[in-house]
Structures are given as C-alpha cells and as structure tokens.
C-alpha cells in the first residue's frame, strides 16, 4: 500500500484543500501558510436559533473556506469531507459548552449531546450532485470524533436553493415543511448535535430543530464548517 500511495503522490501530488497548493513534508489535507491565514472564528463562534441552543463553527465563509466549500459542493470533491471533518470535529473538541466533565479525575469528559445528524439534501438534489456533502462532513466528523452518525431527518421537498434567498423571512418560508423525521422513537429524549456545511441565516437549522423537537427530541445544538459573517 505504501508504494501504491508514494506512486499515486508522485503523478497526482496531494494539494491544499484551501489554496490547491501542492502540499509539501508533513503537510496533510491543508498547508501551513492556510494553516497561519484561514479566517477562524473566535473560539469557534456561536450563533443562536429559534429551535437550536446554538450553532459553532470554525470558519467564516469567505476566501479560501468559500472556494472549498464551493468545490466540495458542486465540483464533484467528496474527497474533501475527511479534511473537512476533521477540523469541524477540532472545533467541536476545543468547545467547552459541548462538554461535560465530571469532578473525579478518574472520569473522561463526556459531551452533551447524544447522537450526531446531519441537515439533508432532497433525494432530486442529491441525484443530480452525486452525494450529500452533509451526509458525508457528518459521518466524517463523527468518525474524527469516535462516534457515529445517525439519520434523523429526510428532505422530502425539493425547495429553491437557499442560497438564491438573501432575506431571512424568505428562507424561513421556503424551507416550512420541507423536512420529515425518519424515526420519533429514535430522537425521543435525545439532545442531537445537527451538521450542515454552511450556516447563514441559521433558519435551515432552526427549521429541522424544530421538527426534531417536536418529534420528542430534548434539545438541539449545531455545528457546521463555516459560518456568514
């Protein structure tokens, strides 16, 4: 396998998934100048919704972030999800209001939430990209963070995109009952940290933490890989 990958590195080099620099010595996944330069948010950032606690995320969406995000969306990158979730899952670690920790020394910190799910594309919007790029950030993140990821919610809708709506009122409206729950049982008395790739307004996430709270669950809190200024 070690010469199969050093073969594959040689005619196709492993590039920044920020910059598409080619990456050089122990640089993995993104180089050390988008390392130095990304536009992190301050400890993670946090922005409130109508029906969720909260939603962190490490980035803000402009530059480099926006770049990728776009590529991992529409330019047929899956491949980026891993990176990806393995610096949403770092935001996740270093947030302590995802934590619990016990007084006895002798115990791990736990987090608060119970399962991790992911906000999911419409099975038309789907088909015509290939994959859901939440789908696989959440099962990415989740796998980064030793867990797994759970589906709690279906897009039974195929709205007009989100990103074509610049007021909140109308996001809100175009989204109102576009999503079902795939098991009440299962959310029941669950706080369920949610993924999405980008948040804006917060009103996609607000919209299916209010289905899965109706469904029973406890409480929702959110992460996503970048967030609108």
């Known amino acids: 396998m ?10 196709f080099p492993p590039k920044c998934i920020f910059c598409r620099k080619i990456l050089h010595g122990a640089e993995i996944d993104w180089c050390e100048l988008c390392t130095e330069s990304l536009p992190y948010t301050e400890f993670g950032s946090v922005l409130e919704g109508d029906y969720f606690d909260f939603c962190i995320a490490p980035l803000y969406y402009k530059g480099a972030p926006r770049k990728a995000l776009l590529r991992f969306k529409f330019r047929n990158a899956p491949i980026y999800a891993e990176a990806f979730g393995k610096m949403l899952a770092e935001c996740i670690k270093e947030h302590p209001a995802l934590w619990i920790s016990d007084d006895s020394s002798y115990k791990p910190r736990r ?22 790029q939440a789908f696989l950030l959440a099962m990415s993140t989740a796998l980064a ?24 009122q109308d996001r809100r409206a175009n989204i109102d009952g576009a999503y079902e729950i795939v098991d009440s049982e299962l959310v029941k008395d669950k706080c369920i940290l949610l993924i999405d790739d980008i948040v804006t307004t917060g009103s996609t996430l607000s919209e299916c933490a209010k289905m899965l709270l109706d469904a029973g669950a406890s409480r929702i809190i959110c992460a996503a890989m970048c967030k609108v200024e």
């Open 111 to 132: 987090p608060i939430y119970d399962m991790i799910s992911w906000v999911p594309l419409s099975a038309k919007r789907k088909r015509s990209r290939g994959y859901d």
């Open 2 to 11: 070690k010469i199969i990958t050093a073969i594959l590195d040689l005619f």
């Open 145 to 168: 963070l030793d867990d797994v990821a759970v589906e709690t919610l279906k897009k039974t809708q195929d709205v007009q995109p989100q990103s074509d709506l610049s007021n909140a």
